[in-house]
């Protein structure tokens, strides 16, 4: 069956624009997942839903950044304001619950000039 | 603060060696120790994963061994391949809680 996919593959922006990048989870898995990854470095959690509601956004790093899940399939992660440090991998994960194996996207390769 | 230690940062091995990534945690909460593989421009991809209740899992030729009054873990890949190479992560979770990642070991297996 199709895994997760994410869109756009790589996005380049201009300091100060917005952006946002989707996420098509696995179809029925409830839980998703936004990860931040850096060169030469792990992914970085940012935000998890559990269905429509995020569970836990504690890691996202400034108010800038906002992630929405509104039928508890599709996400969008936001960036406003995009400032040349926000340059990474964005990736997303799903899962069929909590306890489960996360499947990872491709990632979204964010580069902010 | 990285909750998750690895090392080495890169690893090379000859073909047909063992190849071997450790990492550390503090958290005693942790229940779920994962690692995973990594292409370039790929997500990374489950490879295994260990709960604190066993001492050593093994699949094929990855083996995870787990010392928990060390907080320590490790992968051990047998007889590397060169299609081994790629970038290995070890990760750790709390129950229902987020996972935490450690920085990553690019191996590269020799031919």
């Known amino acids: 069956g199709a895994g997760v996919s994410q869109t756009p593959s790589n996005k380049v922006t201009e300091k100060g624009k917005y952006v946002e990048l989707r996420c098509d989870p696995i179809s029925g898995h409830t839980a998703l997942y936004w990860y931040r990854q850096s060169l030469g470095q792990g992914p970085e959690f940012l935000i998890y839903?559990?269905?429509?509601?995020?569970?836990?956004d504690s890691g996202l790093p400034n108010d800038r950044f906002f992630a929405v899940r509104p039928e508890g399939s599709v996400s969008t992660l936001k960036i406003q304001r995009t400032e040349r440090g926000d340059s990474a991998v964005y990736l997303c994960a799903s899962s069929s619950g909590p306890t489960r194996e996360q499947f990872f996207g491709p990632g979204t390769r964010l580069t902010v000039l | 603060q990285q909750q998750v230690k690895q090392s080495p940062q890169s690893l090379i091995v000859q073909k047909g060696g063992i190849s071997i990534i450790n990492c550390a945690y503090e958290n005693t909460a942790f229940d779920y120790f994962p690692w995973y593989q990594q292409f370039p421009g790929k997500g990374p991809a489950l490879l295994i994963a260990?709960?604190?209740?066993?001492s050593e899992k093994k699949e094929g030729r990855f083996t995870i061994s787990f010392n928990k009054s060390a907080k320590q873990f490790s992968l051990h890949i047998m007889d590397s391949q060169p299609g081994d190479s790629a970038t290995y992560f070890c990760a750790a979770r709390e129950l229902g809680n987020q996972f935490y990642f450690g920085t990553g070991t690019s191996l590269t297996v020799i031919p």
């Open positions: 260990i709960r604190p209740d066993v």
């Open positions: 839903f559990q269905g429509t509601g995020a569970a836990d």
